[in-house]
């Protein structure tokens, strides 16, 4: 029978028509500054991508790249669901996992639970013979009894450990000699990177570069490659930027093929075994439902790059212990996405973007340069002891909190479109916020301090924002206000003034002058005796950067609020003048 395509009513489009269309709607403004966006990583993003965009993509066009072990090692797009357990004592952690176990979980991780010989080794996995577990915190002596307990299993289901190789290869060579299928003794553990700010390029080199230094490990005290490779898990965060992050798991497993292939081994014999978190660093103790949604775009960025296990973290773990409740939402996120939205049921649906094919290539080549750069300097362990990892770890972070600071980086309901009246001190656990660093936490810092001071003395300084004049300009600006001082708990009353007489009588601590740049200065040379007069005199601040700034500081106006401004510094002035020390 034949098959009617709609597409052939359609005649095919060219770049050229594409391009010359998009440059009359852009009506003479700068293409690259209105349509390219430029990530941190130093990929110029374009407005759209054709199929003649994979025409000389590198990676694309590897001899390995067309085998299924390339992107996800398994027959399907399915992924396991990890559930961490916190408690110490083996019993207990035991309990934890196997209700967790019941309630969805696929695979269990132990943090911090104490083992302290074979006995407790037994308790903690009573009953769990068939269920993939992870000993996160494990030492050598762990290792040992593990290698003890599975030598003559009969039930193969994964065992692994975040034990990473390069602190002892010694060691590491004697594990992977001995070691049983199934077991993966081994973490090159890629996720601090992100944490501390890495771009994903820098994530993929340096942790490729870790996993070369430990093959190199393992061949010089003579150690089949394969088993090598396969006895190590990579682990990685997995943050906001979506495209970017399903990219970057694709390109690791490309470079890792590329790594094994080089030591001898076919790459499908030792596919890349990746574990995914969601990321500590973008969750907010504000708003912190929010997380919820973070966390699963995240959960879909890693699954859509091929993580073989993926870990959720509940929304509240960054400022408290989660509860039952939050532990829950965070396994049935990827109980949704399992069975409801049925993303395991596609095998790398990647696969043939135009956009994300060139992400994972431009990642990819960079990632394999920033590695190789680093080889020829002596290595990952040599780079990470001599600071030069955390050298570049610092300028990366720097600039990532820079665009936060500014905003051009958003936390919604944290530095953007905050909710003022909003309180979160009586739910945090200050050992909670001391664990990590978070994107939002001077932000958070502004808004805890308000707090405080409204528990100290009853009362937080209320801002007025006082439109007038013009329609347009009062609205726009009177929005960007109440957004900026909306970061720092400020208490925000907004309201319409036809007259300087109305504005004067006004009790507020401050007042932010919304209009028109043309309206500021008669304004403010009305409305200052008139404050005068009535003996209120509370700090003016124009929302906007009018050209007669100077002519309005010496008419009253004691500060400018506008794009340029850096928020962080103007909250931070603004709360000390007003009192808020706490």
């Known amino acids: 029978m034949e098959t009617y395509n709609l597409l052939q009513e ?9 391009e010359e269309t998009i440059a009359r709607d852009l009506k003479g403004a700068n293409y690259t500054r209105k349509l390219i966006w430029h990530t941190a990583e130093g990929l110029a993003v374009k407005p759209y991508y054709r199929a003649e965009d994979l025409a000389k993509l590198e990676f694309l066009g590897a001899t390995n790249c067309s085998s299924p072990h390339v992107f996800n090692a398994r027959l399907a797009g399915d992924w396991l669901i990890r559930e961490e357990i916190d408690g110490t ?28 010989d074979a006995s407790d080794l037994r308790q903690l996995l009573a009953n769990m013979q068939e269920i993939p577990t992870h000993f996160q915190n494990a030492g050598e002596p762990l290792i040992r009894l593990l290698i003890d307990r599975l ?28 070691i049983s299928p199934g077991f993966v003794p081994f973490t090159i553990d890629g996720s601090h990177l992100e944490e501390s700010g890495a771009t994903a390029v820098e994530e993929i080199g340096f942790t490729l570069a870790a996993g070369v230094d430990f093959l190199a490990d393992m061949l010089s005290h003579d150690v089949d490659i394969k088993r090598s490779a396969t006895s190590i898990e990579f682990a990685f965060a997995i943050g906001a930027s979506y495209f970017l992050q399903i990219a970057k798991l694709r390109a690791f497993r490309m470079l890792w093929a590329e790594v094994v292939e080089s030591f001898g081994c076919p790459a499908d014999n030792a596919p890349a075994r990746i574990h995914a978190r969601t990321s500590h ?126 905003r051009h980086r958003v936390f919604t309901g944290t530095n953007k479109f905050a909710d003022p009246s909003e309180k979160a001190l009586d739910r945090i656990e200050p050992m909670s916020l001391a664990c990590e660093c978070r994107g939002a936490h001077r932000y ?8 405080r001071h ?45 007259n300087a007489d109305e504005i004067a009588a006004f009790d507020a601590d401050l007042i ?17 005796p008139k404050q005068n007069s009535l003996g209120r005199t509370p700090p003016l601040i124009v929302a906007g950067r009018p050209e007669c700034a100077d002519q309005l500081r010496a008419a009253g106006i004691s500060d400018f609020i506008h794009i340029k401004s850096d928020p962080i510094e103007v909250l931070t002035t603004w709360q000390h003048k007003l009192g808020i020390e706490a």
């Open 89 to 116: 004592d083996p019993e207990q952690a035991n309990r934890c996992a196997l209700h967790a176990v019941v309630a969805g979980a696929e695979e269990i991780a132990f943090l911090n639970v104490a083992v302290k």
């Open 281 to 406: 660093w973008n969750k907010t103790i504000y708003d912190p439902h929010i997380n919820i949604v973070r966390a699963t775009t995240e959960a879909m960025s890693a699954v859509l790059g091929g993580a073989d296990s993926i870990s959720v973290a509940a929304f509240d773990d960054c400022y408290k212990t989660p509860d039952e409740a939050s532990r829950r939402l965070a396994r049935n996120t990827q109980l949704i996405l399992k069975k409801e939205a049925l993303l395991s049921h596609v095998k790398d649906p990647a696969a043939g973007s135009y956009c994300l094919e060139v992400f994972t290539d431009f990642i990819a080549r960079n990632a394999w340069q920033a590695m190789q750069a680093i080889e020829s300097e002596g290595g990952y362990r040599k780079a990470l002891a001599e600071g030069q990892v955390a050298k570049a770890l610092h300028s990366s972070l720097a600039k990532r909190e820079e665009a936060v600071a500014s």
């Open 454 to 498: 409204a528990a100290n003395t009853g009362m937080v300084p209320r801002v007025l924002l006082a439109e007038f004049g013009d329609v347009k300009m009062r609205s726009a600006r009177s929005t960007f206000a109440v957004s900026f001082f909306a970061c720092a708990g400020f208490n925000i009353v907004t309201q319409l003034f036809s």
């Open 151 to 178: 030598r003559d299993r009969k039930h193969p289901a994964l065992v692994s450990t975040g034990w990473d190789p390069l602190t002892d290869p010694d060691f590491a060579a004697q594990a992977v000699k001995v």
């Open 444 to 451: 958070e810092s502004l808004r805890l301090r308000s707090e």
């Open 512 to 528: 932010i002058l919304c209009s028109s740049d043309s309206e500021y200065l008669c304004m403010t040379k009305e409305l200052v």
């Open 10 to 18: 359609f005649p095919p489009v060219s770049t050229e028509t594409w």
